[in-house]
Every structure is written in structure tokens, then in C-alpha cells.
């Protein structure tokens, strides 16, 4: 999995293709967001389509990496996690 770059200062959008995951006619019904460690990079706000999630992030400790996770639930019920890895730095 790719590391993804983030300056601390930066406020970002990521996002999640489920499209790939969905049954057809599936969609997203709730979409979740998780930052760990929980310190100082942030979820600034989160939405959702019927096949992708989007967080924007903010802030973030020089050096340190975080795991930001996505949970879905669909409208069949399933529910799934995907991660992204974010690396705090100066750019």
C-alpha cells in the first residue's frame, strides 16, 4: 500500500472508489472515518456518495504516520474497512 504525503498545515481530501466492492445496484448508506493514533491529524469533514467516500484531514505531527480507516455500510447490509496511509511531513 502507497504512503501518502501530507504537509502538517495542509488541509486535504481523500477519497475511497468502492465501486469495484459494490453488487450492482449497491450502494453506500453510511460511511465512517477513523484517524490512529488520534492525536493531532483530524477528520475536518467527511461525506459520502452512493460508490465513494471523501475525508478531508487536517493537521498532523511532523514524522509520525497514521492509519485512516473508512467504514462502510451498504444498502445490502455488508459492511467493509478500507485504510489509508498518510505520513505527516514538510512540502
Same mark, same amino acid.
Given at each position: 500500500?502507497?504512503?501518502?504525503?501530507?504537509?502538517?498545515?495542509?488541509?486535504?481530501?481523500?477519497?475511497? #472508489?468502492?465501486?469495484?466492492?459494490?453488487?450492482?445496484?449497491?450502494?453506500? @448508506?453510511?460511511?465512517?472515518?477513523? !484517524? $490512529?493514533?488520534?492525536?493531532?491529524?483530524?477528520?475536518?469533514?467527511?461525506?459520502?456518495? #452512493?460508490?465513494?467516500?471523501?475525508?478531508?484531514?487536517?493537521?498532523?505531527? @511532523?514524522?509520525?504516520?497514521?492509519? !485512516? $480507516?473508512?467504514?462502510?455500510t451498504t444498502s445490502l447490509g455488508r459492511i467493509d474497512d478500507r485504510s489509508l496511509t498518510i505520513r505527516v511531513q514538510?512540502?
Open positions: 500500500m502507497a504512503v501518502l504525503v501530507k504537509d502538517p498545515e495542509a488541509r486535504l481530501d481523500y477519497a475511497i #472508489d468502492w465501486s469495484d466492492y459494490l453488487d450492482m445496484g449497491e450502494t453506500i @448508506v453510511e460511511s465512517l472515518w477513523e !484517524v $490512529t493514533p488520534a492525536e493531532s491529524l483530524s477528520v475536518f469533514v467527511s461525506e459520502h456518495g #452512493d460508490s465513494r467516500s471523501q475525508v478531508t484531514l487536517e493537521g498532523g505531527t @511532523v514524522r509520525d504516520i497514521y492509519a !485512516v $480507516t473508512n467504514r462502510i514538510e512540502r
